[in-house]
């Protein structure tokens, strides 16, 4: 049996994390993207070892849920076969990425990945678990919102550009110079004194005065996108899926229509080629959807740490939330889901629900102990959102 090693709550394939259903392993698919094959095999392991769910996470990872300890050598052995996990866990802890998914044969983007994966995968530097690169160069940033350390994006006038994030400005680099230099200022940060017992983050390090070498003037960034929604555009479909969580069904239904699938940070999925909408069980199709409107961790049962069930209450709130304001219902403190901020946030503790306006988990609440019927008797008054 394969000894399974639990560090904190960011689960990997080497390093799954127990859960309420059983363990979870976290697969990121390189350039974050999986063929028609890979997507099969995924869906296949979800079927085989655990209980046929898997999330699509705010890193565009995809986990694997209700795994058992006995599955974890055959689930690694498979996904060794399908070139989906690195030679350790430790090589498997740097190669944290996001890549836009609007990209096409031909662009900046894939071949950036390609030398950055490969690079991260040449020894360990040693940064936190949580510090990340965005590949991010089409015409608009579409990662701006999304959280990353480095950033390789296309500036105001259309060349490459690494930027810090924090730094408002960035460093015009050349195609060939883009990786190297990447993984210097990766290195600056830890030389710089930026990461302090595995942990630490660019913005928190720039925000406490420290100060790249050529990163505070130069190349502005290229304006950022506005936040994706569900359609067609010409290189396939995007699609949203209910929560971030998909049956493995779902998985393999698109897996065997698209020419490809790659993984986005906004629970979405760009399915290639595709030159219609599908429709199947947790696919989400209308950009003006209610459900695109609330995010809600795992909850209750599936989740040790949370204090109660989340998705069913979000469900239920979803239509009362207007088109431009988002909802986001944690079931502890550490919100998962939606790490920022949110017009309603809703947190579980032992009393109750803890209601924030305008902010995150980590903000004060204006109402405390909150019922689950006091919330949905009249959800609109209560919420603020009349």
């Known amino acids: 049996m394969t000894s399974v090693a639990i560090k904190g709550w960011c689960p990997s394939a080497h390093r799954p994390m127990h859960s309420g259903d059983g363990l979870v392993a976290r ?3 390189r350039g974050g993207r999986l063929s028609s094959a890979q997507a099969v095999a995924i869906a296949d392991l ?16 995809l986990q694997i849920r209700g795994l058992c300890a006995e599955a974890h050598a055959p689930l690694l052995a498979t996904l060794a076969q399908f070139g989906l996990i690195d ?9 944290n990425m ?17 030398q950055l994966e490969r690079a991260l995968s040449v020894g360990c530097l040693g940064l936190p678990a949580k510090f990340g690169f965005a590949v991010d160069c089409g015409d608009e940033r579409v990662l701006a919102p999304n959280s990353a350390d480095v950033r390789i994006e296309r500036s105001a006038d259309g060349g490459l550009m690494l930027r810090a994030d924090g730094c408002p400005a960035g460093h015009p680099v050349a195609r060939q110079q883009a990786v190297p230099a990447a993984l210097s200022l990766a290195k600056w940060f830890l030389a710089s004194g930026g990461a302090s017992g595995g942990r630490g983050r660019m913005a928190a390090h720039i925000g406490n005065g420290a100060r790249p070498p050529h990163m505070l003037v130069g190349a502005s960034p290229a304006s950022a996108a506005t936040p994706p929604r569900p359609g067609l555009c ?8 209910a929560f971030g969580q998909l049956l493995s069904t779902t998985l393999r239904f698109l ?10 940070p906004w629970r979405m999925i760009f399915a290639e080629g595709l030159s219609e909408m599908p429709e199947h069980d947790g696919i989400v199709s209308d950009a003006d959807d209610p459900l695109l409107r609330v995010s809600a961790c795992t909850g209750a049962p599936s989740c040790q740490a949370t204090h109660a069930e989340t998705r069913t209450l ?7 939330m207007p088109a431009q304001a988002h909802l986001h219902i944690s079931g502890c403190t550490k919100g998962c889901a939606h790490p920022g901020a949110a017009a309603v946030t809703l947190v579980a503790n032992v009393d109750g629900f ?22 949905l008797a009249d959800p609109r008054a209560l919420l603020g959102i009349g």
Request: proline content about 4%; charged content about 25%; overall charge negative.
């Open 87 to 95: 030679a350790d866990a430790e090589i498997e802890s740097q190669r």
């Open 255 to 264: 897996a065997e229509r698209a020419a490809g699938l790659r993984m986005t």
């Open 27 to 29: 697969i990121r698919p």
């Open 314 to 320: 979000a469900a239920a709130l979803a239509p009362h």
């Open 354 to 375: 803890d209601l924030i306006c305008d902010g995150s988990t980590r903000d004060a609440p204006a109402r405390r102990g909150l019922t689950r019927a006091q919330i």
């Open 98 to 114: 996001l890549v836009t998914p609007f990209w096409t044969d031909g662009d900046d983007t894939q071949w950036l990945a390609v």
């Open 46 to 61: 979800a079927e085989r070892y655990g209980n046929r769910l898997i999330d699509l996470t705010g890193r565009a990872n």
């Open 234 to 241: 010409s290189e396939g479909a995007l699609v949203g899926l």
